[in-house]
């Protein structure tokens, strides 16, 4: 049976090493780190996943901005909001929370946070780096490299395997392969609807399920031994070209529940190590937004 990874454990473990840090800034500095939220519209998933953010700053002493815009603001009120908070000094860390509305180009307002604050990783400098070979970016986007710091905390090593990613979105599959990269795996990107999906994953040493159908991944698709990182469902809607995997459930009062892309029953029999969902990637993905902004912090005040 496969070594069951669970996220809310190694993201308590982090909350505490962070909250340490953040201490120490504030008895040797008299400042903590900052994050700012900028929300727009009234979403219910996107206030609750916001009030999951707020619970998490408190939990480690970081300040918690939020800033709500109705959902009819305009693309020119949004940026003017985040270019206020670029210049507020007790702001380390900007996130805009996604999606927008369709009349918002998401771009144009990723591109306007300070690359300094830019922790979500979004950034095009920061992808960029990533990207470069010798280059490393401020910031590393969160699930990504969440899902990394899940492989090294359960110590799995990466350098010299093969890994498999399925998805490629601008979120979790290109930002996770390129990660993977720098660690020194062989990386190939499938897309979740490829004929030959199954005898491409079967090779791989470690799998990032980042895309897909619930469920999709069956335990005859995986390589014994593997380790299966299955990024499945964070929160449900909030990227809009994010691929959530929902189950029609008549018994939940949501109508639905939230299922992997990994079929855990099959592949727990076959892999070695597997993230259950939920409680896998989604609590690591928060840590790291917390990690990210602690950093950001440091690099301003720490001087």
């Known amino acids: 049976m496969a ?20 201490r120490s800034l504030s008895e040797k500095h008299g400042k903590v780190p900052g994050l700012a939220v900028v929300i727009v519209g009234t979403r219910e998933d996107t206030q609750s996943f916001v009030l999951m953010k707020r619970k998490a700053c408190a939990e480690v002493g970081i300040k918690s901005f939020e800033l709500g815009l109705p959902e009819d603001v305009s693309e020119a009120e949004v940026i003017a909001t985040v270019h206020e908070l670029n210049a507020n000094p007790d702001v380390h860390g900007i996130l805009v929370q996604l999606p927008l509305p369709k009349h918002i180009n ?19 400098l920061n992808i960029g780096k990533l990207a470069m070979k010798g280059r490393e970016p401020l910031f590393m986007p969160c699930t990504p490299k969440g899902c990394l710091e899940l492989l090294s905390r359960s110590g799995i090593s990466i350098k010299g395997k093969k890994a498999v990613v399925l998805g490629r979105s601008n979120i979790v599959g290109l930002p996770v392969a390129l990660l993977l990269l ?17 005898k491409i994953i079967c090779e791989a040493d470690i799998v990032i399920a980042a895309a897909g159908q619930a469920m999709m991944i069956k335990g005859d698709w995986l390589k014994p031994g593997a380790a299966v990182i299955d990024v499945g469902t964070i929160w449900p809607d909030s990227y809009s070209d994010y691929l959530i995997a929902c189950v029609d459930d008549p018994s939940r009062e949501t109508g639905y529940r939230l299922d992997g892309y990994v079929d855990f029953e099959e592949a727990s ?12 990637v989604g609590p690591i993905t928060v840590a790291m937004l917390l990690k990210n902004t602690l950093d950001g912090a440091k690099r301003k005040i720490i001087q």
Do not use: C, M, Q, Y
């Not at 070594?3 to 953040?22: L, P, S």
């Open 3 to 22: 070594k069951i990874i669970d996220g809310k454990a190694i993201a308590k473990e982090i909350h505490g090493e962070i909250a340490d840090e953040v």
């Open 106 to 124: 998401e771009d144009n307002v990723l591109s306007e946070i300070s690359i300094e604050k830019d922790v979500d990783g979004f950034h095009p």
């Open 182 to 198: 720098k660690a020194g795996a062989t990386v190939t990107i499938v897309r979740f609807h490829a004929p030959d999906s199954a």
């Open 269 to 280: 029999k076959v892999a070695g190590w597997l993230t259950p969902v939920p409680g896998g």
